[in-house]
């Protein structure tokens, strides 16, 4: 299953539309039935309108009724495998909870994290 989420990650980077920072992101969000929702970073000439290909992800599947994740696939290409930014993992915990954060790159190195250790002391409803 993880392989299939990371095949999905990385076709899912070929779409990434980068031509400023050229720098191609791809996103697989899986939920809890095994669907996957695929996302890349979607730039635009205003730099600051750019969306990052995991919240494009998470925003497919929440758009479409889903509303519980298992884990997601993030594709980049570097060494020093790419995790989400901050502005990314706060929409992911909000709509995914401590799910399982897979970092790839298309060499087939990889690395699992749980999204509460990339982003301790989480914002959310807890607090309002
Ligand atoms: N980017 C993502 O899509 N996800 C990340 O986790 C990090 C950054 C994108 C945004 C921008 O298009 C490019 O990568 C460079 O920051």
């Given at each position: 299953?993880?392989?299939?989420?990371?095949?999905?990650?990385?076709a899912a980077r070929e779409h990434a539309f980068a031509p400023y920072?050229?720098?191609?992101?791809?996103?697989?969000?899986?939920?809890?039935?095994?669907?996957?929702?695929?996302?890349?970073n979607v730039e635009n000439a205003s730099y600051g309108l750019t969306?990052?290909?995991?919240?494009?992800?998470?925003?497919?599947?929440?758009?479409?009724?889903?509303?519980?994740?298992?884990?997601?696939?993030?594709?980049?290409?570097?060494?020093?495998?790419?995790?989400?930014?901050?502005?990314?993992?706060?929409?992911?915990?909000?709509?995914?909870?401590?799910?399982?954060?897979?970092?790839?790159?298309?060499?087939?190195?990889?690395?699992?994290?749980?999204?509460?250790?990339?982003?301790?002391?989480?914002?959310?409803?807890?607090?309002?």
């Amino acid at each position: 299953m993880t392989d299939r989420l990371i095949a999905a990650a990385l076709a899912a980077r070929e779409h990434a539309f980068a031509p400023y920072s050229r720098f191609q992101v791809g996103a697989a969000l899986e939920d809890a039935d095994g669907r996957i929702h695929t996302g890349c970073n979607v730039e635009n000439a205003s730099y600051g309108l750019t969306m990052c290909a995991e919240r494009v992800a998470v925003f497919k599947a929440v758009s479409e009724g889903v509303r519980q994740f298992r884990r997601m696939a993030v594709a980049a290409e570097s060494d020093v495998l790419t995790p989400p930014c901050g502005a990314c993992r706060q929409i992911l915990w909000e709509f995914c909870g401590n799910i399982e954060i897979v970092l790839v790159n298309p060499r087939g190195q990889a690395e699992s994290y749980r999204l509460q250790d990339l982003y301790p002391k989480p914002f959310d409803v807890s607090y309002l």
